[in-house]
């Protein structure tokens, strides 16, 4: 049977190296063409992490968890040296010293928030620290649902204004994803323990609902952007990345579900 530690670090790796890839893509589109230094940075992170991301489809979920262990930290360096590249990016564009890009603060925020994320999850399977479930559950809806709020934001800035249903939609989502962020933040100060696990399950049961309706919401407007049937300035590959991102989400809560009910089957 494979070794839990090994499978989750390559389930990790293969995920995000793509994703950290993609930021890199999406930051040079932004750039101005005199930009070359931050050009090349890009260029560089992107051939980084598209080796990384090959070389976690190479191994095998049989490697040896020594080698998955150094190759987790190899990474960790990696997402570290992007996640400052990323915060010098937004604080230039803050600071006023890169005039007339086309990178939203928020989008830089964003991604950046992501390489933390991704590095913090390095740093926790090589230590061997997990979370206890109920901090773990509301730890994770708190981060997805601000990305999925960033995301709804974002989709509504790049359609072309003429598209107004979908403009619409988008700022819905925006609104609907916002509530259920301070409705985590609000769970989450109050850390519920175990004898609460209904309150969890419902907690869950709600953000899949509005996440899938959101899923199903980028599904369509990645079809519609590929076959060049609606009006944006979205690059085709954008709007397949936070649909992945959705999806990603939804797998979480499906697990955390997963493993509140055969807990509480345990209780029984």
């Known amino acids: 049977m494979p070794d839990a530690f090994v499978v989750r ?23 101005r063409c005199e930009d070359t230094q931050l ?33 987790n930290t190899e990474v960790h360096t990696a997402v570290s040296h992007i996640w400052v590249f990323k915060r010098k990016i937004l604080g230039l564009i803050l600071t006023c010293q ?5 990178n939203f603060p928020l989008l830089v925020d964003h991604v950046s928030r992501e390489a933390n994320y991704f590095r913090n999850r390095l740093e926790e399977l090589n230590q061997g620290k997990l979370e206890p479930l109920q901090d773990a559950i509301l730890d994770e809806n708190v981060f997805f649902l601000k990305i999925m709020a960033d995301h709804a934001k974002f989709i509504g800035h790049l359609l072309d204004p003429s598209e107004r249903k979908l403009v619409d ?4 989502f925006s609104q609907d994803f916002d509530q259920l962020l301070f409705q985590a933040q609000d769970l989450s100060s109050m850390r519920p323990q175990s004898q609460t696990q209904p309150l969890l399950t419902q907690f869950l049961d709600q953000n899949r609902v509005s996440v899938k309706s959101l899923r199903d919401f980028k599904q369509t407007a990645r079809d519609l952007i590929y076959a060049c049937k609606i009006k944006s300035i979205i690059h085709p590959l954008l709007a397949d990345h936070v649909f992945r991102e ?21 209780r029984e």
């Open 169 to 172: 939609q988008a700022r819905e």
């Open 246 to 266: 959705a999806e990603r989400f939804l797998e979480i809560i499906d697990m955390f579900e997963g493993v509140l009910t055969a807990s509480g089957k345990k």
């Open 9 to 31: 670090s390559i389930d990790e790796i293969r995920f995000w190296s793509r994703i950290m890839k993609e930021h890199s893509f999406f930051l040079r589109l932004g750039f």
């Open 98 to 102: 890169l005039p007339g890009q086309n």
């Open 39 to 71: 050009i090349n940075e890009a260029n560089y992170f992107y051939k980084l992490f598209e080796g990384i991301e090959h070389k976690s489809h190479a191994l095998g979920l049989d490697t040896d968890p020594s080698s998955i262990r150094q190759f």
